[in-house]
């Protein structure tokens, strides 16, 4: 079964073209300045060179014919007609508390995606738009919405609830949902399968460090906490946002700069992290460690802050989990910064750890991290998201 997965943002629309059976990308690219000027798309088929194209997408439907167009093309093209596409995947960001799983898209489920929307106004109406503009494309093509959300909703009361009056939970739904759940739920299974052992019988700590970056706890299967919140903003230091805060600092630099408190919270999502510690310097980990060995400060420093943290969380989870017996790794900082894993790595004596200094210079590889006499065990597990949507796409198609 051939898988469209589309992943749908504001500009940009994200591609695979995935054949289930055998779970091969046939082709992927990128559609860029969807509705700016000077749009492109940039389409690599496998084994094939990639392609770029400059070409005005004054919306999304624009953007969805100019993939299929290219998914059909005589010469960079990898299936005959559209015939070909038995389904599309589409990455949904937030399922509020209605998604706990993928779903078949139909007008009920669509309705509900534009309910939940408040809740991620910048990413449900473009995720959306994907959906639209697939529909009016290819009609009868049977779609899957797949939600960031979903593999979180196991997650208990106690681990999900502010603490703020209830009654902002029942008017408005204000509570941690996480993020990043299709990886935490493919990572954490494929660990369980390496280490030959059941998911329900492992307590897993899954550090998604990428640009955006989520820690989750899945005991006995479930996700049992996270450390995103109500948006991406909670948890971990990022490349751009700040993670944890004292929520009092909104209002006191609202005063101080003379901004409104969505201004602020706009610098904390886009500023901040390790590129606002940084004074500027980057929010690429890789720039960062270039900087830090050229001794400019404020690069070690963000870098080391964003090293603790994660360290942080994984005692914290941990604890929420009463032990823990393997720690993965992964993303693009995970899985390739060599120097990030050794930090964090260096704060977990206390868990039996140590590192293995030789399988640590391995970047983008499933990976055992931790030398053989470690009692708790870490891995480097590339994620793949988008494998993950089109698994559960075909199961449900
Ligand atoms: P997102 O999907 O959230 O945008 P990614 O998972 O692609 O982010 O991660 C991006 C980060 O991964 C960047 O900070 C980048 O520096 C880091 N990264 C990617 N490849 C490497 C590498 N080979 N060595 C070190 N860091 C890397």
Same mark, same amino acid.
């Given at each position: 079964m051939n898988i469209l997965v589309i992943? &749908?943002?504001? /500009?940009?629309?994200?591609?695979?073209?995935?054949? /289930?059976?055998?779970?091969? #990308?046939?082709?992927?690219?990128? &559609?860029?300045?969807?509705?700016?000027?000077?749009?492109?798309?940039?389409?690599?088929?496998?084994?094939?060179?990639?392609?770029?194209?400059?070409?005005?997408?004054?919306?999304?439907?624009?953007?969805?014919?100019?993939?299929? /167009?290219?998914?059909?093309?005589?010469?960079?093209?990898? #299936?005959?007609?559209?015939?070909?596409?038995?389904?599309? @995947?589409?990455?949904?960001?937030?399922?509020?508390?209605?998604?706990?799983?993928?779903?078949?898209?139909?007008?009920?489920?669509?309705?509900?995606?534009?309910?939940? /929307?408040?809740?991620?106004?910048?990413?449900?109406?473009?995720?959306?738009?994907?959906?639209?503009? &697939?529909?009016?494309?290819?009609?009868?093509?049977?779609?899957?919405?797949?939600?960031?959300?979903?593999?979180?909703?196991?997650?208990?009361?106690?681990?999900?609830?502010?603490?703020?009056?209830?009654?902002?939970?029942?008017?408005?739904?204000?509570?941690?949902?996480?993020?990043?759940?299709?990886?935490?739920?493919?990572?954490?299974?494929?660990?369980?399968?390496?280490?030959?052992?059941?998911?329900?019988?492992?307590?897993?700590?899954?550090?998604?460090? @990428?640009?955006?970056?989520?820690?989750?706890?899945?005991?006995?299967?479930?996700?049992?906490?996270?450390?995103?919140g109500l948006t991406p903003l909670e948890g971990l230091i990022m490349g751009t946002r700040s993670g944890d805060i004292d929520p009092a600092i909104i209002s006191f630099l609202a005063d101080k700069e003379n901004l409104s408190a969505s201004e602020i919270i706009d610098i904390c999502n886009k500023k901040s992290g390790v590129l606002g510690l940084s004074g500027g310097v980057s929010s690429d980990f890789r720039d960062l460690s270039a900087a830090s060995e050229e001794g400019n400060e404020l690069a070690s420093t963000a870098l080391s802050a964003w090293s603790y943290r994660v360290a942080k969380y994984i005692g914290a989870y941990t604890a929420a989990m009463n032990g823990v017996d393997v720690i993965v790794f992964t993303a693009g900082v995970g899985e390739n910064n060599v120097q990030a894993r050794a930090e964090i790595i260096s704060y977990l004596g206390y868990l039996g750890i140590t590192l293995n200094e030789d399988a640590n210079t391995i970047r983008g590889e499933e990976v055992e991290i931790s030398t053989p006499q470690s009692s708790t065990k870490v891995w480097v597990v590339p994620t793949d998201e988008e494998m993950a949507i089109a698994r559960q796409t075909a199961a449900l198609v």
């Open positions: 992943n &749908c943002g504001s /500009s940009s629309l994200k591609y695979q073209l995935i054949d /289930s059976a055998n779970e091969t #990308v046939l082709a992927k690219g990128l &559609c860029e300045r969807i509705g700016i000027q000077g749009g492109q798309i940039t389409h690599t088929p496998a084994g094939g060179e990639k392609v770029t194209e400059q070409l005005e997408l004054p919306d999304h439907v624009a953007a969805v014919d100019a993939v299929l /167009s290219k998914l059909t093309d005589a010469k960079v093209g990898v #299936v005959k007609s559209l015939d070909e596409i038995d389904a599309v @995947g589409h990455r949904i960001v937030h399922g509020g508390e209605k998604f706990a799983s993928s779903v078949l898209i139909t007008d009920e489920v669509i309705a509900a995606i534009e309910e939940v /929307s408040d809740l991620a106004p910048l990413h449900n109406p473009a995720n959306l738009t994907g959906i639209h503009s &697939c529909r009016k494309l290819m009609p009868n093509v049977p779609m899957v919405a797949v939600f960031d959300t979903a593999f979180h909703q196991t997650m208990p009361k106690k681990a999900y609830l502010y603490g703020l009056p209830y009654e902002y939970y029942e008017k408005y739904k204000v509570r941690r949902y996480g993020f990043h759940g299709t990886s935490h739920d493919y990572v954490s299974a494929r660990i369980a399968a390496i280490l030959g052992k059941a998911r329900e019988d492992l307590k897993i700590i899954v550090c998604h460090l @990428g640009n955006g970056a989520s820690i989750s706890a899945v005991k006995n299967g479930e996700c049992v906490d996270t450390s995103m």
